[in-house]
T-cell receptor, first 113, second 119 residues
Framework: DVKVTQSSRYLVKRTGEKVFLECVQD?????MFWYRQDPGLGLRLIYF???????EKGDIPEGYSVSREKKERFSLILESASTNQTSMYLC????????????FGNGTRLTVT | AQKITQTQPGMFVQEKEAVTLDCTYD???????LFWYKQPSSGEMIFLIY??????QNATEGRYSLNFQKARKSANLVISASQLGDSAMYFC????????????????FGKGTKLSVKP
């Protein structure tokens, strides 16, 4: 089974802090994604990566950056956390994009105070 | 623009009955894929079923089936014989087109339907 692991289940940070959310997958998937989930808004794509050191902006990249130095690891960075970034963050990976589903981690619930 | 619409914010169903969760989509791509995910209160996203735009048959996976009506651009999820464990959020999603990272696997999600199964 594909395993996508997010390093923290719950995280509480202060406004202005730099925050790192880590995600690791163990199935050699090329594609990795960071989504944000908010009630009533569904999942919205922040960034994705289709290869090491490659990244593309999603729908809501403002205030975020990403890093992919190794194929299995995709990090989401909040340069200066703000209260409107309080949310559930979901990491996902996929193999062949044609019919393959995304495989998700369990999520990180981030609270910025 | 590509879009997924789920018009039912919440639904109730009696245990052992069937339930249909609605999903409509909008795309100009001739080739696309449609997915359904389940998210229990624990938070993990569980893949349920996939339908390709060129698939001749409606997809089925155990108690889940997808009622795919291409001309109407709808891809409704049918759950037969509901169980208490089916209580969860359900998301419909579509593979993004070229401008939405679809070639890299990105999915565009609806806002979800919260299903509650009553004993």
């Amino acid at each position: 089974d594909v395993k996508v692991t997010q390093s923290s289940r719950y995280l509480v940070k202060r406004t202005g802090e730099k925050v790192f959310l880590e995600c690791v997958q163990d199935m050699d998937h090329e594609n990795m994604f960071w989504y944000r989930q908010d009630p009533g808004l569904g999942l919205r794509l922040i960034y994705f990566s289709y290869d090491v050191k490659m990244k593309e902006k999603g729908d809501i990249p403002e205030g975020y950056s990403v890093s992919r130095e190794k194929k299995e690891r995709f990090s989401l960075i909040l340069e200066s956390a703000s209260t409107n970034q309080t949310s559930m963050y979901l990491c996902a990976s996929s193999l062949n994009p044609t019919r393959s589903p995304l495989h998700f981690g369990n999520g990180t619930r981030l609270t910025v105070t | 623009a590509q879009k997924i619409t789920q018009t039912q914010p919440g639904m109730f169903v009696q245990e052992k009955e069937a339930v249909t969760l609605d999903c409509t989509y909008d795309t100009s791509d001739p080739s696309y894929g449609l997915f359904w995910y389940k998210q229990p209160s624990s938070g993990e996203m569980i893949f349920l079923i996939y339908q390709g735009s060129y698939d001749q048959q409606n997809a089925t996976e155990g108690r889940y089936s997808l009622n795919f009506q291409k001309a109407r651009k709808s891809a409704n999820l049918v759950i037969s014989a509901s169980q208490l464990g089916d209580s969860a959020m359900y998301f419909c999603a579509m593979r993004g087109g070229l401008n939405y990272g679809g070639s890299q696997g990105n999915l565009i999600f609806g806002k979800g339907t919260k299903l509650s199964v009553k004993p």
